[in-house]
Structure formats: structure tokens, C-alpha cells
């Protein structure tokens, strides 16, 4: 059984993150960021792989990443 996939394009992760689509397209390519499909010359980036990301950059103070997930 199959799930039904959300994914946001550049620009609709742009305005989640309010950060420019140039900072994505450089992120992309330091390797930054979350991954992503590129398909037939689209980039689109899965719901669930943007949430995990997000997750990982969660942190309890500037030096320090918060190591179980939640509010702290």
C-alpha cells in the first residue's frame, strides 16, 4: 500500500524557511540542507525528509544540539 507523498518545490520550501531559493540552489550544492529529487529537471523535496532535517537542527544553545527531540 502506497502513502500519498507531499513534496514542496523550491520556492514553497523558500517561504517555509523565509530564506531566498539562491541560498537553497547553494545549499544543494555544498550539500547542504535536506536531500532532494530532481526529476526530469525538477528539484522537489519530500514533507517528511524537510521534518527530519529540521529536526536535526535543533539545538539547546548555539554550541550545543539538542539530543533527544522536543521542546526543551
Not at 520556492?11 to 523565509?18: K, N
Not at 547542504?32 to 539547546?60: H, M, N, S, T, W
Not at 539538542?66 to 526543551?72: F, I, M, R
Amino acid at each position: 500500500m502506497q502513502q500519498n507523498v507531499r513534496h514542496l518545490n523550491q520556492g514553497e520550501l523558500a517561504d517555509r524557511w523565509t530564506v531566498s531559493e539562491a541560498t537553497l540552489e547553494r545549499w544543494r550544492s555544498a550539500g547542504i540542507g535536506p536531500v532532494f529529487l530532481k526529476l526530469q529537471g525538477r528539484v522537489l523535496y519530500r514533507i517528511e525528509d524537510i521534518e527530519a532535517y529540521e529536526v536535526l537542527c535543533l539545538r539547546k544553545s548555539t554550541s550545543q544540539p539538542l539530543v533527544t527531540g522536543g521542546a526543551a
